[in-house]
Structure formats: C-alpha cells, structure tokens
C-alpha cells in the first residue's frame, strides 16, 4: 500500500485527500511545456469551442462531443470579445486541453500510467480501473472561469457509480488564484444529477434528482503547493472560483472508472472501439 490506512480513512470520511509534494517540481514542468506545445500548435480556426460550466451559456457541440479520444484544446468563455475576436494571445486564451491526453500524448501518457498511480487506485478501491479522461486545465490570470459546484459522477455515469478524480497541482493552486473547494463529507449524501446525450446523440441535458441547493457554506478551500496530488471522490460535491488573479493555475486531471462497471452509453465521453479502456 502507498497509503496509510489513516489515510484511506481520512479519503472515506471527507471524500477528498490532499497528498503533498507527490508530483516533482521538475515533472510538473514537463506537462506545462508540453502543454504549452499543445497550445502553440493547436489552430483556432479548427474551432472556437468555449468550455464553460454556466448553465445560462453552457453549449455542447460536436467538437467538444466527439473529443474523448482526441486532444482538443477549449477556450475560456471570456476569450472573445463581442465581434469574436481574442482579447489576448492564444497562450493564455485556452481553458483546458482534453480528453485522450493519457492515450494519445507520449509525454503524457508517461505521467499518468505508474506504478505510484495505480497503487493509489488500488488503496482507494478499484479492482480495475480505467483511465478515462484527462485534463489540462490553463485557469488563466483575469478570465479564467469559475467551474460550479458540482460532482464527477453526474458526468462520467457508471453503475455502479465508480469515478474517482486524480488532481494533480502543477502551480501553486490558492485561493487567490482559483483553487479547488469542496464541501467535505458530503459525497455521502448521494447523486443529485446526471449529464447526458440527447435521444438524437447531438446535444446534451441534465435529469435532476435532487434540486436542493448547494450547502455552500460548508465549502473549504483545498489550497495546493505544486506537486500536490488531490484525490477526489466521484460523489463529492467540488468547484473553484473565476481566476482574477494575474498569475495561471496549471493542473492536470485524470478521471477513472471502474472496468467492471457498466458504463453508460448516454454519457457526454465515449471512446471508440479502437480506443478500449485501459488502465496503468
């Protein structure tokens, strides 16, 4: 085992465990230059998707629909100005680049398949797991976006429910800067929602289960030094605030799911028959 079985404990009881200095500073400029590699190759004219969580301009297109076996780059929704022009360089434009990055990008592939890895995903439950999306989220200075409060499991759906976040800091994540909160032990508290494709596979909508509000109140900051690794229950509520800050708040994000459970075919995320799920 990797981790302390107080530890495992602590994962159980707030659904969230933060485990410091676990990435090396060194490793984690590797995925910010690479990252950046992505970026400057990357041609806006192929898209101008817009990530966003705002329930009022939250749009899924085919870009982002069809990106769970690519490596696509998204923009923050404040990129543009009102004739769609960027307001600033690309470089700092871009909200996160997804989904196939562990598949796809030799350096990253690296990084999110070790024997450190797959250890965790055993101490913390998983038979088999699967490593089904991945993230590099930019969280720019000034525009970068608030992501609401919201749990994993109402996106990446399984049955049994078996997702569970590997967060990694690639910058010093504050609360100035736009880091994680969660709202400690309330994964218990069950699913309140779940994201899907439209009958004609085009669109996506949300089925409510629970429309209560947030207990916002309860929210804690989990602030993170670079190389920390946060662990996040698929159940826990989480966020983070808009970024108004002037500096970036790189992390990189793998989502995992167990091979074992049946994975619905209603998800926003499907991978191709070429592309099975695989595991470290």
């Not at 485990?19 to 690479?34: A, G, K, Q």
């Not at 780059?73 to 022009?85: H, I, L, P, W």
């Not at 250890?119 to 609401?148: C, T």
Request: negative net charge.
């Amino acid at each position: 085992m990797l981790l302390t079985q107080k530890q495992i404990e602590l994962f159980e009881q707030d659904g969230y465990l933060i485990l410091e200095n676990f990435v090396s500073p060194e490793d984690c400029e590797t995925l910010r230059v690479r990252a950046a590699e992505i970026v400057e190759d990357f041609e806006p004219a192929e898209s101008v998707s817009i990530f966003t969580t705002n329930e009022q301009t939250r749009h899924s297109d085919k870009y982002f629909m069809e990106s769970g076996d690519k490596v696509r780059c998204f923009f923050e929704e404040e990129s543009f100005s009102e004739n769609g022009k960027l307001l600033q360089a690309k470089k700092l434009s871009i909200n996160k680049i997804g989904h196939a990055m562990h598949d796809l990008d030799p350096v990253f592939e690296k990084f999110s398949r070790t024997p450190e890895l797959a250890e965790i995903a055993n101490d913390i439950g998983f038979e088999d797991p699967g490593i089904l999306q991945s993230m590099f989220i930019f969280k720019q200075p000034r525009i970068g976006g608030e992501v609401s409060c919201h749990q994993d499991s109402t996106f990446l759906y399984t049955e049994p429910l078996s997702v569970k976040g590997f967060w990694f800091a690639l910058e010093d994540s504050t609360q100035e800067n736009g880091c994680l909160w969660a709202i400690p032990g309330a994964h218990k508290n069950g699913l309140k929602s779940r994201f899907y494709r439209s009958e004609n596979g085009e669109g996506t909508e949300m089925e409510v289960f629970d429309d209560s509000a947030w207990e916002t109140s309860k929210l804690v900051p989990l602030e993170a030094k670079t190389g920390t690794m946060v662990l996040l229950h698929g159940l826990l509520p989480h966020m983070s605030y808009a970024n108004r800050s002037s500096r970036t708040r790189h992390a990189y994000t793998l989502h995992l799911i167990d091979k074992r459970a049946n994975y619905s075919e209603l998800n926003w995320l499907q991978r191709p028959p070429k592309m099975p799920l695989r595991g470290f």
